[in-house]
């Protein structure tokens, strides 16, 4: 069984800055494309930022400059640096993957359980 295990949540001032790591462990062919997500209360689960197998990466407009995806791809592990963090950064962040079990399966999405950041004074 395929599993992500999310770390480095916690709380941080106004300004502060976390690292977030996303490692899958478990039986799996290959990982494609990984991603953050956050999800506030009240609020939609919305994209944080992704990155490719080959390292390209996309951005959520309110992280840009601020929020940097990277992968080491040897770790099957995922990271979020989040600099110049701001009170509505505050949620519970959510890696995933796309992947394949076996080489014949279809890509499938694996969710980690979630880590929460809490930006507060």
């Known amino acids: 069984q395929v599993q992500l295990v999310e770390s480095g949540g916690g709380l941080v001032q106004p300004g502060g800055s976390l690292r977030l790591s996303c490692a899958a462990s478990?039986?799996?062919?290959?990982?494609?494309?990984m991603g953050w997500y956050r999800q506030a209360p009240g609020n939609q689960r919305e994209l944080v930022a992704d990155?490719?197998?080959?390292?390209?990466?996309n951005y959520a407009d309110s992280v840009k400059g601020r929020f940097t995806i990277s992968r080491d791809n040897a770790k099957n592990t995922v990271y979020l640096q989040m600099n110049s963090l701001k009170p509505e950064d505050m949620a519970v962040y959510y890696c995933?993957?796309?992947?394949?079990?076996?080489?014949?399966?279809?890509?499938?999405?694996?969710w980690g359980q979630g880590t929460q950041v809490t930006v507060s004074s």
């Open positions: 478990g039986s799996f062919f290959r990982i494609n494309a």
């Open positions: 995933n993957a796309a992947l394949k079990r076996e080489w014949f399966n279809s890509w499938a999405t694996v």
């Open positions: 990155i490719s197998s080959g390292g390209n990466t």
